[in-house]
T-cell receptor, first 113, second 111 residues
Framework: DTEVTQTPKHLVMGMTNKKSLKCEQHMGHRAMYWYKQKAKKPPELMFVYSYEKLSINESVPSRFSPECPNSSLLNLHLHALQPEDSALYLC????????????FGEGSRLTVL | GQQLNQSPQSMFIQEGEDVSMNCTSSSIFNTWLWYKQDPGEGPVLLIALYKAGELTSNGRLTAQFGITRKDSFLNISASIPSDVGIYFCAGQLQNNNDMRFGAGTRLTVKP
């Protein structure tokens, strides 16, 4: 099983809404990632969790709040987003080592109205 | 953050031609990964490279980890229409979970 599962696939929300994106993997990976990808651009790193602890936060605005409840799950809580936050949000995971392949989910397409 | 310079930005080729793209950086990397992404989907891993000088193949794809650890290339031989998509390189810095992406190479293959 080399699968990273993301839900929902599509999300439309207003600027005052609170919603969450979810990510799950059962490969035993202990590093989990959130990336944001705008159209025709590369994935842009947002957060990295190592052993369920936040290890990298790329100065992401606080309206994005990550959470790693256990080694298999990663959430991204969304609140008071702006239309420019509309993008494809990608979750990824890998083994924690000096080397290791990064596996991606199919992404959650977010539209903020 | 550390920048990966990927080139070319786009390529338009005829079916059957070979393709080459590369990534360079001023930083030293532990790992180079090459991905393909189709519209509306997540990136799919094509090849992973872990050692300087390593040359790895996956079917018609061949990739190399540069000797200086600062660059990598990907070759696609005998291209076919389903090779169309965006190809990204990604690099992992030493002793770091940071995984950065190049800007991508958009490949178009004409039948």
């Amino acid at each position: 099983d080399t699968e990273v599962t993301q839900t929902p696939k599509h999300l439309v929300m207003g600027m005052t809404n609170k919603k969450s994106l979810k990510c799950e993997q059962h490969m035993g990976h202990r590093a989990m990632y959130w990336y944001k990808q705008k159209a025709k651009k590369p994935p842009e790193l947002m957060f990295v969790y190592s052993y369920e602890k936040l290890s990298i936060n790329e100065s992401v605005p606080s309206r994005f709040s990550p959470e790693c409840p256990n080694s298999s799950l990663l959430n991204l809580h969304l609140h008071a987003l702006q239309p420019e936050d509309s993008a494809l949000y990608l979750c990824a995971s890998r083994w924690l080592s000096d080397t290791g392949e990064l596996f991606f989910g199919e992404g959650s397409r977010l539209t903020v109205l | 953050g550390q920048q990966l310079n990927q080139s070319p930005q786009s390529m338009f080729i005829q079916e059957g031609e070979d393709v080459s793209m590369n990534c360079t950086s001023s930083s030293i990397f532990n790992t180079w990964l090459w991905y393909k992404q189709d519209p509306g989907e997540g990136p799919v891993l094509l090849i992973a490279l872990y050692k300087a000088g390593e040359l790895t193949s996956n079917g018609r794809l061949t990739a190399q980890f540069g000797i200086t650890r600062k660059d990598s290339f990907l070759n696609i031989s005998a291209s076919i229409p389903s090779d169309v998509g965006i190809y990204f390189c990604a690099g992992q810095l030493q002793n770091n979970n940071d995984m950065r992406f190049g800007a991508g190479t958009r490949l178009t293959v004409k039948p």
